[in-house]
């Protein structure tokens, strides 16, 4: 604080202001990206919803309205379920074609989520995401789509990787779209415990910052670096 006071001598309030800013930005992305790293390394839990979950009944509401069209698509809903780390409704659909699912969940009145094909070696998302996301296998086919995206473009385009595609495995109901969803994390899981630590730390970064990290990411890298003793050295992905 005191550096920003001396600079502030010389370079006015605004400058200061721009200098705070710039510290609390520096924080937040630090924060968010620890809690994404930790919530990677953690098992996903979906259960049904009970009596415990009264204060999602609201946004749960506003999903099934917002996720409606899908009807108009050819999807049937599965059920809702609960992420129980997040404490976020979800409400899991299959196509018509049964090689599709989808899954959404809605937070402070954003939602999210990703349409699902997969098969024995691959998995093919195409996602509306809510947080910035980390590396990944090559095995995940991920695209993104903006929040003002219509279910039917994200549709659209999820089937033009899947209609390339072989051997997609069929989905019937819930428990094997929550299965299919386990195994995926699970294969990125045992693929980034494989990565070395620096090689790893930078395609995080890569990933989480997108269009920034040329600008924002050795800094970032540093800065956490110094929380991580093995990397020191950024070495290939396996």
Known sequence: M???????????????????????LRHRLEDDFHRLR??????????????????????????????????TLGFVALGDLVDDDQAVPTRWFVDAERTTFAMFGIANHRLGGMMV?????RAFITAVPRTPKLAAPSSIVRSDVVQTTSFADM???????????????????????????????????????????AALLDADVQSYLGRDYQHRGPWLKRRLAR?????????GLR
């Open 155 to 197: 549709f659209a385009k999820h089937r033009q990787v899947v209609d390339r595609a072989t051997s997609i495995l069929r989905v019937d109901d819930i428990d094997q779209a929550v299965g299919a969803v386990l195994t995926i994390r699970a294969r990125s899981r045992a693929w980034r415990d494989a990565q070395p630590e």
């Open 2 to 24: 005191l550096l920003e006071l001396l600079i502030g001598a010389f370079i006015g309030i605004p400058g200061v202001i721009g200098i705070a800013t710039w510290r609390l």
């Open 38 to 71: 930790a919530r990677a390394a953690k098992d996903l839990k979906f259960r049904q919803l009970d009596d415990r979950d009264a204060a999602l009944r609201g946004p749960l509401d506003e999903l099934h309205v917002r996720t409606d069209q899908l009807g």
């Open 227 to 235: 929380a991580i003793p093995t990397a020191k050295v950024v070495s």
């Open 117 to 121: 094909s997969y098969d024995p070696e």
